[in-house]
């Protein structure tokens, strides 16, 4: 998720549509369009009770194609991840901690999140790929399937879906992939 000036005056954190068309999360609901002007309501906190059977409120979503998107669920004191439509779940949601951020998709519409339970990778199914409970950070390579995930004493990169990886060893806690 990216955020604005003019969204953060709102509360919001804007997450472009597969197609490239605006969406932002305010309110902990999902909208279409951009939140300075005409808005279209596509996930609302009703609609989210009803979906998971309590009530809830997304806090973060990255789109995988023109249906589905990856989201961080709040529902009291949990956040979930989950792979979701408008109209519901792809999957059941399973993994919950207390803190769920930055949440990364890859190419092939894998996800990634830093959690106080370490860093968190996801299939495109919606299943827990891998875990790295000292994991502070991740981030995909532009166009891949490759992740760095940072430690308290290394850089993992890693192939999520083979479990293969390679280590440096580099303390760092914010990582951010660029090509040149």
């Given at each position: ?12 954190a ?9 969406t ?24 989210l ?26 529902t ?22 207390p ?17 106080d339970r ?31 995930v ?28 660029v090509?040149?």
């Open positions: 998720t990216v955020t604005s000036g003019a969204c953060q005056d709102l509360h919001c804007f997450a472009p549509a597969a197609d490239g068309s605006p932002f999360v305010s309110g902990g609901e999902l909208s279409a369009g951009r939140p300075d002007g005409r808005a279209e309501l596509l996930v609302s906190a009703a609609d009770e009803r979906i998971l059977g309590r009530p809830a409120a997304l806090e973060e979503v990255a789109w995988v194609d023109d249906e589905r998107f990856w989201a961080v669920v709040r009291g004191e949990t956040a979930t991840v989950a792979l979701m439509t408008a109209d519901g779940l792809v999957g059941s949601p399973w993994f919950g901690a803190s769920v951020s930055r949440l990364r998709l890859s190419s092939s519409g894998m996800a990634a999140v830093s959690s370490g860093v968190v990778f996801f299939d495109s199914d919606g299943g827990r790929a891998l875990t790295f409970t000292n994991g502070r950070d991740v981030t995909w390579a532009p166009g891949g399937d490759i992740a760095a940072s430690t308290p004493r290394e850089v993992i990169f890693v192939e999520p879906g083979s479990g293969a990886r390679a280590t440096l060893p580099l303390a760092v806690r914010d990582l951010a992939w090509s040149p």
